[in-house]
């Protein structure tokens, strides 16, 4: 079992930064990749970044050269540093772990609110 916890969100004004924190309850090399999603009002829940164990990253179209994801793997934790934020980047942000069971697990998601 994997326990994921976000942290970091806020209330951001537009061009702003913040950076989120995914902090895992087991050892980061048990996971084969993580992953940030993000979950806007009355939209679906769409990938936002993900990194493999080996740290190959993907990123959505509407993030790239804005935000970057990456992972400590001493400290067991996942980042997404998000810069030059927009409204439209309003929503919960939830990062996800796939075990190398092929478990996937969920974090109980942050609030990141861009005003412009």
């Known amino acids: 079992q994997v326990q994921l916890v976000e942290s970091g969100g806020g209330l951001v004004q537009a061009g702003g930064s913040l950076r989120l924190s995914c902090a895992t309850s087991?050892?980061?090399?048990?996971?084969?990749?993580m992953g940030w999603y993000r979950q806007a009002p009355g939209k679906q829940r769409e990938p936002v970044a993900t990194?493999?164990?080996?740290?190959?990253?993907n990123y959505a179209d509407f993030v790239k050269g804005r935000f970057t994801i990456s992972r400590d793997n001493a400290e067991n934790r996942m980042y997404l540093q998000m810069n030059s934020l927009k409204p439209e980047d309003t929503a919960v942000y939830y990062c996800n772990a796939l075990s190398r069971e092929n478990s996937l697990y969920w974090g109980q998601g942050t609030q990141v609110t861009v005003s412009s």
């Open positions: 087991v050892s980061i090399f048990s996971i084969n990749a």
């Open positions: 990194i493999t164990s080996s740290g190959l990253t």
